[in-house]
């Protein structure tokens, strides 16, 4: 029904920066809000950062003034930029977002995940 592609994960030295872009496609009636969010090895998922349809953000402590979170809401998609990255991002970043696929219905979808390796 609704469909969500990362792009944009790899293996990268500590100080490096990378891109993640997540592509939603369907029956798309309208997204609100979007998000990315983690999960290393042993830990329990955690939000890295969101954005509502209008434009605003929220941020983990941990990420912030080196991640920028931010959408296209032509082509339904949202972009983390991550810079300055350290060991410690090292996870499997996935998206997330709240689809409403008519007026009344809506839910939140997840897409596959995409691996971030940053090396010290």
């Known amino acids: 029904q ?11 030295q500590a100080g490096g920066s990378l891109r993640l872009s997540c592509a939603a496609s369907g029956r798309i009636f309208r997204i609100n809000i ?8 042993g830990n329990q998922r955690e939000l890295v950062a969101t954005i509502t349809s209008g ?5 983990a402590d941990s990420v912030k003034g080196r991640f920028t979170i931010s959408r296209d809401n032509a082509k339904n998609t949202v972009y983390l930029e991550m810079n300055n990255l350290k060991p410690e991002d090292t996870a499997v970043y996935y998206c997330n977002s709240n689809v409403q696929t008519s007026f009344f219905n809506y839910n939140f979808y997840w897409g596959q995940g995409t691996q971030v390796t940053v090396s010290s």
């Open 2 to 12: 609704v469909q969500l592609v990362e792009s944009g994960g790899g293996l990268v």
């Open 34 to 41: 979007m998000g990315w969010y983690r999960q290393a090895p």
């Open 55 to 59: 434009g605003s953000t929220n941020y």
